[in-house]
């Protein structure tokens, strides 16, 4: 933006500009972002998925059976989304639906035989890329950044006002 324009706007004080630091955080974030979704998808694609399928697959097979709400919180989804892939994965014949135990009107996802099958194939090829990824950090920020990304995960699931 010119000097000039810049100098003769002026924001709202309900509108703060963000700090260099805040800025650069959230422009960090999107590259690395933008970046692991390339690579993901490649991985998912010789799998005959794209990444978002896989992400849905790969929690079911952890915290399967399971259900679409819980998989929307968990992934931080939409549900239209999560309704669309899941339909998906059911044509695929990698996940089907059954009635939960206990309660007729609750219905929960878990993989099939095929789905498991695929699932193990694909993340060897995750395995590899973040072995690949985790090998440009030191040990010490693994660990930091780990906690750091759970601590913005942690905040990102609470409900907005």
Do not use: Y
Not at 15 to 43: M, W, Y
Not at 47 to 69: A, M
Not at 112 to 121: M, P, R, S, V
């Amino acid at each position: 933006m010119p000097k000039k324009h810049r100098q003769s706007h002026t924001r709202p004080k309900s509108d703060p500009v963000p700090s260099a630091i805040e800025a650069e955080i959230v422009q960090l974030l999107l590259k690395c972002g933008h970046f692991l979704q390339r690579r993901t998808n490649t991985v998912c694609g010789q799998f005959g998925l794209k990444q978002q399928q896989f992400s849905v697959l790969n929690e079911i097979v952890w915290q399967g059976p399971i259900s679409q709400k819980e998989l929307c919180a968990r992934l931080l989804f939409e549900k239209s989304n999560v309704s669309k892939i899941v339909k998906i994965l059911i044509e695929k014949q990698l996940i089907h639906i059954e009635v939960a135990p206990g309660d007729r009107r609750l219905t929960l996802l878990t993989e099939t035989n095929a789905g498991a099958a695929l699932w193990k194939e694909c993340m060897r090829s995750f395995n590899r890329l973040s072995a690949e990824l985790v090998s440009l950090l030191s040990e010490t920020d693994v660990v930091k950044g780990t906690r750091l990304l759970k601590k913005l995960e942690k905040t990102f699931r609470k409900p907005t006002s």
